[in-house]
């Protein structure tokens, strides 16, 4: 299960993307999701689908191994079209039986309303795969600072966002356990129709929150035991170095939404 699902994973290689200051990093997904919401012509996704798979090419992160990790929320993006064909009207009508019936308009915006959001969680992703949980923490921290004025516990929020990070793979892990105990003991979960898989998933879920609430009970006491408050300033072991790659790397959103916008009023 944990092999299956990449969402929080952190792949350690050694390329340009990876190198890249997470703080540059953190803002350009921040801005790449703004352009893809302001983008809505074909040939506009088309463009940022090249952007996408340049990244990928750059993470040397195989397109293979993302989309099997995004097969779950694949599945979610496929009941999202479902429900556009069906609910949403206008256009010319393509097909009709009984209650049911498909628009062009509900073809089109289910199509792009997909496309945004598995765009989205590429580029989220993406920023995972390259960017250690601890350097992703620095970040958060670094980039809202200025929000503690406003007396906003940013060194909290940060590390409920590591912790949450790395509890991932270990749920994940624990998941595995667990399916792996319950077929010892002869049940099937992994065969059958994906209404009768959920609900054989289901069960599973009780001791999968118990060892949650049981790690996290640890994790709390060892934190109390060494001292932790949050609200003591903290130093850094590694310290974040801003370079002219970096500078670089966050100015392409420039021509990636100037093209994208340009894309979708000339075409």
Do not use: C
């Not at 921040?30 to 798979?53: D, G, N, T």
């Not at 749920?171 to 099937?188: A, C, P």
């Amino acid at each position: 299960m944990k092999d299956k699902l990449i969402i929080g994973r952190y792949l350690p290689l050694d390329t340009f993307v990876h190198r890249l200051d997470p703080r540059g990093k953190f803002i350009f997904v921040f801005l790449f999701i703004i352009v893809i919401f302001l983008s809505h012509h074909p040939y506009s996704y088309l463009w940022l689908a090249f952007i996408l798979l340049m990244i990928l090419k750059a993470a040397r992160i195989p397109l293979g191994f993302l989309l099997k990790g995004l097969l779950p929320i694949f599945i979610f993006l496929l009941l999202t079209l479902v429900m556009h064909l069906s609910l949403t009207k206008g256009g010319t009508r393509l097909f009709e039986w009984g209650i049911l019936s498909i628009d062009s308009n509900g073809i089109r915006e289910g199509i792009l309303i997909v496309l945004r959001l598995a765009y989205i969680m590429i580029i989220s992703t993406l920023l995972t795969l390259t960017t250690s949980p601890l350097n992703l923490t620095e970040a958060f921290d670094r980039l809202f600072k200025p929000l503690k004025y406003i007396k906003v516990p940013v060194a909290a929020l940060s590390m409920m966002m590591s912790i949450a990070l790395r509890f991932i793979p270990t749920l994940m892990e624990e998941l595995d356990k667990i399916v792996l105990s319950q077929k010892s003991r002869g049940s099937d979960i992994s065969s059958g129709s994906i209404v009768a898989r959920i609900k054989a998933f289901i069960p599973l879920m009780i001791p999968l929150f118990i060892s949650a609430f049981q790690r996290a009970e640890e994790l709390a006491i060892a934190m109390e035991v060494r001292g932790y408050d949050a609200n003591q300033q903290r130093t850094s072991y590694r310290v974040l170095e801003w370079h002219v790659k970096d500078t670089l790397a966050l100015l392409s959103i420039i021509p990636i939404a100037v093209i994208s916008i340009w894309l979708g009023h000339h075409f």
